[in-house]
């Protein structure tokens, strides 16, 4: 096994060596030539990060069995909208068959949810998933894994066909990504502050992911999602989202990213439950915010930039002053308070949010240098 794998920007050391997989593989395939036993499965590998595992699982099955490939591809910018695109499809030989679909990873779920109801909606005679690997503390849903090769915590794997940005399928071991420690910044203040500007700067200077609440909703809007038609409904009258829902996706966003270095949270937390859940959340991770900065601007430049943002961004909800004086009422109410949740830790810097952006930016590199 190498001592170090270096994938763009990232390390990589060694986690699971060939002869563990290879009993992880033979464990998986002596269940199911059990269960399976004088059937004629269909097994489906899922591309690409399956290859492997398939390759090597279908060597020691030792029933009759078909093979199919589909592939899909969850989109992901800045911003994602959970949405699975379909790169290969269901293939028509499995209507009515036994599936057993085989996976390299299951973390949260949401892939395999998305797979999962493709396949019952396709009409299959019955349907069961084996996995190489398992992260059962993130695993979110319901669907049952039938067969896992190992478990293992929420650490972020290349190797044996996972991949990082595409590299690193073509080891015969399982790497993990070497451990550093993250810096978490929450970037707050009332609408209007900024946050979206200095946040771009924040992440180009300290590689950190750029988690914006608001931006979040706004693509589920787009995309038509359930969860942006309900975030909707608060946003056009400049109300918060309730905090399970706003809870839920965030934590969500956050497990789409285990390769990060640290996050930037932009909008969020808003209300003390918020803070709370955050601060359990990034502790399961072992990892905690350093950091809250507090972009401080009056109430009549915010509603000046705000109407002004509004002829550019198109956001409803900037353009009308009643609902953007609404907004600031609300973070005055409810939002303004978390501040003192980080205070309490000395965790809360103050910066001055008017003037030239540059100025302010250079503030903001200030306060974070003077903890790292
Ligand atoms: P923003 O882009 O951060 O100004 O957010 C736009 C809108 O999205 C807010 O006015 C809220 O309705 C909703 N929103 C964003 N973040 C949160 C949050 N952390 N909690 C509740 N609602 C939120």
Redesign the pocket.
């Known amino acids: 096994m190498k001592e170090k794998v270096k994938l763009w920007d990232k390390n990589f050391k060694p986690y699971i060596n060939e002869s563990e997989i290879s009993k992880a593989v033979s464990k998986v395939a002596h269940q199911i030539n059990m269960d399976y036993a004088g059937k004629c499965p269909v097994f489906v590998i899922v591309l690409k990060g399956s290859f492997l595992f398939g390759a090597d699982l279908l060597k020691e099955i030792d029933i009759d069995c078909t093979v199919e490939f589909v592939q899909f591809s969850s989109y992901e910018g800045t911003t994602s909208t959970n949405e699975v695109k379909t790169l290969m499809g269901i293939p028509a030989s499995c209507k009515g068959k036994e599936v057993i679909i085989i996976e390299d990873i299951v973390d949260t779920g949401q892939t395999i949810e998305k797979i999962y109801n493709q396949f019952i909606d396709f009409g299959v005679k019955s349907l069961s998933i084996a996995t190489l690997l398992f992260k059962k503390e993130v695993y979110q849903k319901k669907y049952p894994i039938n067969y896992i090769g190992l478990e293992i915590p929420n650490t972020f794997v290349i190797g044996f066909g996972l991949d990082y940005d595409e590299l690193g399928r073509n080891y015969k071991e399982i790497y993990s990504l070497e451990n550093q420690s993250m810096l978490n910044i929450v970037l707050f203040g009332p609408?209007g502050a900024g946050?979206?500007t200095q946040a771009t700067k924040l992440v180009e200077k300290y590689n950190l992911y750029h988690l914006?609440?608001?931006?979040v909703?706004?693509a589920n809007i787009k995309g038509g999602t359930e969860l942006g038609q309900l975030?909707k409904s608060?946003?056009d009258k400049?109300?918060?989202?309730?905090?399970a829902v706003?809870i839920a996706m965030?934590e969500s966003e956050v497990e789409k990213h285990p390769e990060a270095e640290g996050f930037i949270f932009?909008?969020?937390?808003?209300?003390n439950v918020?803070a709370e859940a955050l601060a359990t959340f990034l502790e399961k991770r072992g990892t905690d915010i350093q950091l809250m900065l507090a972009l401080a601007v009056d109430e009549e430049e915010l509603v000046k930039r705000l109407l002004n943002r509004a002829k550019d961004s198109g956001r409803s909800?900037d353009a009308d002053e009643n609902i953007v004086r609404d907004?600031i009422k609300?973070y005055n109410s409810q939002t303004a308070v978390v501040a003192d949740h980080y205070a309490k830790d000395n965790k809360h810097v103050a910066i001055d949010g008017v003037g030239d952006v540059d100025a302010i930016t250079e503030r903001l590199f200030a306060a974070i240098d003077a903890v790292i």
């Open positions: 609408p946050k979206g914006s609440t608001g931006d909703f706004r975030a608060y946003i400049g109300q918060l989202v309730p905090d706003t965030l932009d909008g969020f937390p808003r209300t918020q909800d907004r609300v």
